[in-house]
């Protein structure tokens, strides 16, 4: 006890994500523009989900694409989103890597939707190992705070899509358990700063946070 009798002071013990996780909160009060986060499995209907509701709200409409076409596989699929997409009503940015740089030139969109997160950390791995390193937790909480600023600069609604990758057995090697603490960090970070947050499962909504009908 202290002098007089007083309760000895209490500290909460927080990890550096947490406090990280905190600016993010500050970016949420301080700012206008409305942040939507969707996440999912692969295949859960996430996708289809956030583009139903980017189009239920007022446009322009933009479409941040961030998956590179390294494959046939994958070049159909991006072919499948593109026809899943009204042509005449989107306007596509494809950026692999500077995230928050495409969401600034989208410009005067009142939908801005980012698909996805996942790809994008996987776009900074591939980059930065070509350059004989590793993207740090650290570095990817800043780009991710730079994100999260572009998205509170922008006029209308800014929706991010992402998948979760937690829910599985741990990956045995290190690049892959890198990955998903990496696309983990971004999610948590997202999260923290979103108005609304929807958890997509078997393409039902489950709605974590706020109200992503509003």
């Known amino acids: 006890?202290?002098?007089?009798?007083?309760?000895?002071?209490?500290?909460?013990?927080?990890?550096?994500?947490?406090?990280?996780?905190?600016?993010?909160?500050?970016?949420?009060?301080?700012?206008?523009?409305?942040?939507?986060?969707?996440?999912?499995?692969?295949?859960?209907?996430?996708?289809?989900?956030?583009?139903?509701?980017a189009e239920a709200r007022p446009g322009p409409w933009t479409f941040i694409a961030t998956c590179p076409s390294i494959d046939e596989e994958m070049a159909r699929k991006i072919e499948v989103h593109r026809h899943e997409r009204d042509a005449g009503m989107w306007t596509t940015i494809e950026e692999e890597a500077d995230l928050a740089g495409a969401i600034g030139r989208a410009g005067a969109a009142g939908v801005i939707l980012v698909d996805c997160l996942t790809l994008w950390v996987n776009n900074l791995m591939y980059r930065a190992s070509r350059a004989g390193r590793e993207v740090t937790e650290q570095e990817l909480a800043g780009l991710t705070h730079m994100v999260v600023r572009e998205a509170r600069s922008a006029p209308g609604t800014v929706i991010f899509v992402t998948n979760e990758v937690g829910l599985g057995i741990v990956p045995p090697d290190a690049p892959t358990r890198l990955y998903r603490n990496l696309v983990g960090r971004c999610g948590q970070a997202i999260a923290a700063a979103a108005d609304a947050a929807v958890l997509v499962v078997c393409g039902l909504p489950i709605t974590l946070k706020g109200d992503p009908e509003q």
């Open 1 to 53: 006890m202290g002098a007089g009798g007083d309760q000895p002071r209490r500290y909460e013990m927080r990890d550096d994500h947490e406090l990280r996780n905190d600016h993010f909160l500050e970016e949420r009060r301080l700012s206008m523009g409305t942040v939507i986060l969707v996440t999912g499995g692969s295949r859960s209907g996430k996708s289809a989900y956030a583009l139903r509701l």
